[in-house]
């Protein structure tokens, strides 16, 4: 496989140039003040540790990531973009089952692969009945239903952080669906609405960690 090879998948990028996405570009930033400002309500509520911290580094790896692939829009970079944003949905899911059902890291070990199985079998049957235009929002159908899930779990629990959660996939809903108008909607809006992906994005992870932040202080206080 040839990594260096180029990637033009957005509506913005018209040329190989490193600046050819400049507002694709730069909109990464808000991963990382994303990130800072996470990192810092956590240490303010004495969870910026474990998970959480794993997270908050993930989140500002996200940005740089897809900074490279916007930039660069190689196969390299587009692994480099990709590759945090999968590892912090696997830490994330981790935490939350292990946080919000109160089990156990074992049966959490346990607990997760399931419910990985579940969402990628869900995803096979969104992949099968999609149309065109929404299967580039496939991929992160796990996500969706993950943080939909989980809203609907802690609403469920009485939880005070139901809200929160819920507000998080509710502007991920919001952030995919500017994913995925860029290309069908690029003739009418010439710069196209990823840029909008990166910051409601942003806003949807820094919810992420606040929340299970806020789980892991009122188990503690429990």
Do not use: K
Not at 200 to 212: F, K, S
Request: contains cysteine; charged residues 10%.
């Amino acid at each position: 496989m040839n990594w260096t090879a180029q990637i033009d998948g957005y509506c913005e990028r018209l040329s190989p140039a490193f600046w050819a996405e400049p507002i694709n570009a730069v909109t990464n930033a808000a991963f990382l003040l994303a990130a800072l400002v996470a990192f810092l309500h956590a240490r303010r509520i004495g969870q910026a540790r474990g998970a959480v911290l794993v997270l908050c580094l993930l989140l500002a790896a996200i940005g740089l990531g897809s900074f490279a692939f916007h930039t660069f829009a190689t196969r390299w970079a587009a692994l480099a973009d990709v590759a945090p944003i999968q590892l912090f949905s696997l830490v994330a899911l981790g935490a939350g089952v292990h946080r919000f059902t109160g089990a156990h890291w074992p049966r959490t070990a346990l607990l997760v692969p399931v419910v990985l199985a579940l969402l990628i079998l869900a995803t096979w049957g969104f992949a099968q009945v999609a149309p065109p235009a929404l299967r580039g929002a496939v991929g992160y159908a796990p996500a969706f239903l993950s943080l939909w899930g989980f809203a609907v779990l802690l609403t469920v629990q009485g939880s005070a952080l139901a809200r929160t959660m819920a507000a998080a996939a509710l502007v991920f809903t919001l952030s995919l669906t500017a994913r995925t108008l860029d290309l069908p909607f690029c003739d009418t809006i010439p710069l196209g609405t990823h840029w909008l992906w990166h910051l409601l994005n942003a806003v949807t992870l820094a919810l992420v960690i606040r929340v299970l932040a806020g789980q892991g202080a009122a188990l503690r206080r429990g």
